[in-house]
């Protein structure tokens, strides 16, 4: 098939609108949002499609035929990467979310494509993966609200409780651990500018080489920018 290099292709980007289109918008709204989820979705919906074909064009540079990827904390903003993959890669892709209702929510509206999200931890994925997608979830306010307000710079000496952070950074490197030993090397990670420093401990600490891109594309949801690592290249 002939690709264009700035588009995804005809039936991948008719697919993504499908899907966009088919999601239940007022289920979600609670999910994502404590309260005007319809103002939200009106604001962020078209922004994820778009965002998320840029990133996902990118990506089909990036990634080999026939691979497997390990989505971790995939949502509504991951759509259009996983769509892509299988559609103009040929690659099998497992998205893990955490969010039962959400996770239910996204697998009706990918019933025409071959994408099916999980609601167990990403950490039980079985076998290899060449690609690893972990955005916007080491630190998630939610899930990490002790050791996220370091991430973004934004602690107060004065409240940092040094037990709860302690607790949920190693929460954070357990997660690290597991999921980068499932990448097969030479692999890519796709992650934020936030997260990478949890991804090269982790290399450091392995004696894997690694190489960070330079170029940092922005994200819908989160806001955090996302950027490329390929690991274990030498
Ligand atoms: C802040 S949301 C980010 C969602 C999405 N990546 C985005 O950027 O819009 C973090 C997500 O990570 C998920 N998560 C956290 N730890 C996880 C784990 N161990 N396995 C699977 N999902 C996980 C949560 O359930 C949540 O859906």
Same mark, same amino acid.
């Given at each position: 098939?002939?690709?264009?290099?700035?588009?995804?292709?005809?039936?991948?980007?008719?697919?993504?609108?499908?899907?966009?289109?088919?999601?239940?918008?007022?289920?979600?709204?609670?999910?994502?949002?404590?309260?005007?989820?319809?103002?939200?979705?009106?604001?962020?919906?078209?922004?994820?499609?778009?965002?998320?074909?840029?990133?996902?064009?990118?990506?089909?540079?990036?990634?080999?035929?026939?691979?497997?990827?390990?989505?971790?904390?995939?949502?509504?903003?991951?759509?259009?990467?996983?769509?892509?993959?299988?559609?103009?890669?040929?690659?099998?892709?497992?998205?893990?979310?955490?969010?039962?209702?959400?996770? &239910?929510?996204? /697998? =009706?509206?990918? *019933?025409? +494509?071959?994408?099916?999200?999980?609601?167990?931890?990403?950490?039980? #994925? @079985?076998?290899?993966?060449?690609?690893?997608?972990?955005?916007?979830?080491?630190?998630?306010?939610?899930?990490?609200?002790?050791?996220?307000?370091?991430?973004?710079?934004?602690?107060?000496?004065?409240?940092?409780?040094? &037990?709860?952070? /302690? =607790?949920?950074? *190693?929460? +954070?490197?357990?997660?690290?651990?597991?999921?980068?030993?499932?990448? #097969? @090397?030479?692999?890519?990670?796709?992650?934020?500018?936030?997260?990478?420093?949890?991804?090269?401990?982790?290399?450091?600490?392995?004696?894997?080489?690694?190489?960070?891109?330079?170029?940092?594309?922005?994200?819908?949801? &989160?806001?955090?920018?996302?950027?490329?690592?390929?690991?274990?290249?030498?």
């Amino acid at each position: 098939m002939k690709t264009n290099r700035t588009k995804l292709a005809p039936a991948t980007r008719r697919l993504v609108a499908e899907v966009y289109g088919r999601l239940d918008y007022g289920a979600l709204g609670p999910i994502y949002c404590y309260e005007g989820g319809d103002e939200f979705w009106r604001v962020k919906r078209g922004l994820c499609h778009r965002l998320g074909n840029r990133v996902a064009v990118l990506l089909r540079k990036k990634l080999p035929r026939r691979g497997r990827s390990l989505y971790v904390g995939a949502g509504v903003a991951e759509l259009p990467a996983l769509i892509m993959e299988t559609m103009e890669r040929d690659r099998a892709v497992e998205p893990y979310n955490l969010r039962r209702t959400e996770v &239910v929510t996204l /697998n =009706r509206a990918c *019933r025409s +494509v071959p994408v099916t999200f999980r609601a167990v931890d990403a950490g039980r #994925a @079985k076998g290899l993966f060449d690609h690893l997608w972990m955005v916007s979830v080491l630190n998630d306010p939610e899930r990490f609200p002790h050791l996220s307000p370091l991430s973004y710079g934004r602690s107060n000496p004065l409240t940092l409780d040094p &037990v709860k952070f /302690n =607790r949920e950074r *190693r929460i +954070v490197r357990a997660l690290v651990a597991c999921c980068m030993g499932k990448l #097969a @090397k030479p692999g890519l990670v796709t992650t934020t500018t936030e997260e990478v420093l949890w991804i090269a401990e982790w290399c450091h600490r392995h004696r894997v080489p690694y190489l960070v891109g330079k170029r940092y594309y922005p994200t819908a949801i &989160v806001g955090d920018p996302i950027c490329f690592i390929q690991i274990g290249k030498e």
